[in-house]
């Protein structure tokens, strides 16, 4: 019961986060903050030929929160800016809509381990965290490049 | 053991018998509010069944009937907090919007520039918020007891030089909803008093489980929620001294609390109904009413040893289990209602309270509406189980069985 939603993907990534830490030289940075459980993160990259070149982040909350944002990190990394806002869109959809996993994109196939997270509403805030974040940082950049 | 039998009381609660995710409910939010016992269900129905109308305007029998119903309610409610006059007894919607009554009607007329309020750090944002507003509106500054640690205390050392003249108000909780802490709130209240300030006890999570008695507590106003005491939502109670609500201007106007009304004014109607305006939750009043019947039939003092019984029962049983749980609180159940605030280093207190609901166990977790408390301490939330007459010694044994769970799931971050 509990090992469905708990799925040893989503502890891996909470318990071994990837891309953590900063950048350097970030393009991008912006905070996520969940105001209702306290999670919150900084998510920064570089952009290069319109492509999430690097990608970091930094943070703290419960583990669906910080695994979603691990994942997306690694789904992301080399991805066009513009396929990227896709993928968070499709994701969103997924988890908002009660759609299935199997409908995910393939670079988002790992994250259909948090499927199970959408029959917890409060719980698919946690997992929407990042994704948030990152379509909050792809406006950034737009505005910057205007 | 003790005079209450909790497997039997368990069999007024419907709800208690519901499974959740195929395993027996074990119901542990019971500090954000309880179950009802069939009763006070019954008596809603009851009401809506036999004899539904407005109160206080009508001449015709329903009318009467329902006016006598809520006054008898109103009746109970008094004897219960131990107020001789019932009329000092005002029906709001919850805690909350007493304490709001509080800081609209008596705050923004008697606080200046200047003047301070005096809080602890542990209140529940329903005792922070209101005060802050009126803090702005009126000038004042708000001041904070401390409190000295996870241990649950107020630094009482710290009163003489936060207690001045310049403190026009002492608001504080009878008990902590996230440390379980019981407050001495009746000291406090005599040296608030001897700098003459006012003093506003929060019991929304006192009066549920101690026998309170406002002829003794030296509160100038004690708000409560019928919620969290087996009655229904939408009901709360303000109590005040007689010779202090008359000197306080309404807080909201309309219907009912008016005595004579012309185009450009009004005077206002006698005690209760001055704070009383619009149709009323009669029905909410009279499950209340019904609520406390089934308390004093339990008794107070027996749910008090019973919670006690069963605190230090889950104190005990959880620090034994799970050697590197963080308990919040202070450590001797004389000095703490049934609340049981915990960390699992490594785990957070979200993953905490799904876990266990896929377990069938509910718990509350996150910051308990005490961000100041949490931000003192520098975390995110906590998890907390809160315990009611109806809970039992098995019940917490569900609640370690199914942290068990989280260990067994998290148990490189534990390590």
Known sequence: MTDDLYREVILDHFRHPRNQGALEAPDVKVQGVNPLCGDSLELMFTVKEAKIADIKMTGNGCSISQSSASMMTEALKGKALGESEALAKAFKKMMLENGAAEDLPEDLEELSALEGVQKYPVRVKCALLAWNTLLQGLEEWKGKTK | ?415
């Open chain 2, 1 to 415: 053991m003790t005079a209450l039998n909790p497997d039997r009381l368990r069999l007024d609660f419907p709800i208690l018998s519901r499974k959740i995710h195929g395993k027996p409910l074990v119901y542990l939010d019971n500090a954000a509010t309880t179950q009802k016992p069939m009763s006070v269900i019954m008596s809603m129905t009851a009401y809506y069944e036999r004899t539904n109308a407005n109160v206080h305007r009508g001449v015709h029998t329903l009318s009467q009937e329902a006016t006598s119903l809520m006054e008898q309610s109103r009746d109970k409610v008094a004897a219960f907090i131990g107020a001789p006059d019932p009329a000092t007894v005002i029906f709001t919607r919850n805690a909350t919007e007493s304490i709001n009554l509080v800081a609209y009607s008596w705050a923004r007329k008697n606080l200046k520039p200047g003047d301070e309020i005096l809080l602890t750090e542990m209140e529940h944002h329903s005792n922070l918020i209101p005060w802050q507003m009126a803090a702005q509106a009126t000038g004042a500054v708000l001041r904070f007891i401390p409190v000295t640690g996870w241990d649950g205390f107020l630094d009482l050392s710290r009163l003489d030089g936060l207690l001045t003249p310049r403190t026009k108000l002492l608001a504080v909780t009878q008990m902590s909803n996230v440390l379980g802490t019981i407050n001495p709130v009746t000291e406090l209240a005599r040296r608030a008093h001897a700098v003459g300030a006012k003093v506003l006890v929060d019991g929304a999570q006192s009066a549920p489980h101690l026998a309170v008695d406002v002829k003794t507590l030296g509160a100038d106003f004690f708000a409560f929620s019928a919620h969290k005491m087996l009655g229904p939502t939408g009901l709360g109670v303000l109590w005040a001294p007689r010779a202090l609500l008359e000197t306080m201007e309404p807080f909201l106007g309309g219907g009912d609390m008016i005595s004579q009304v012309w185009p450009d004014r009004a005077t206002w109607n006698e005690l209760p109904y001055k704070f009383e305006a619009g149709t009323p939750n009669i029905t909410g009043a009279i499950a209340f009413g019904a609520a406390i019947d089934y308390l004093n039939q339990v008794g107070m003092d027996n749910i008090r040893a019973h919670e006690q019984d069963i605190t230090g029962y889950a104190l005990g049983t959880l620090k034994d289990r799970f050697p590197k749980i963080v308990l919040h609180g202070p450590a001797d159940v004389a000095q703490r209602g049934g609340v049981v605030s915990f960390e699992l280093p490594g785990v957070h207190p979200h993953d905490i309270g799904t876990i266990l609901d896929r377990e069938g166990v509910a718990v509350r977790a996150g910051h308990h509406c005490c961000q100041v408390l949490m931000k003192k301490f520098g975390v995110a939330g906590t998890a907390r189980a809160s315990f009611y007459l109806y809970n039992t010694r098995a019940e917490v044994d569900a609640l370690v069985a199914s942290l068990g769970q989280v260990e067994r799931l998290f148990v490189p971050s534990v390590r």
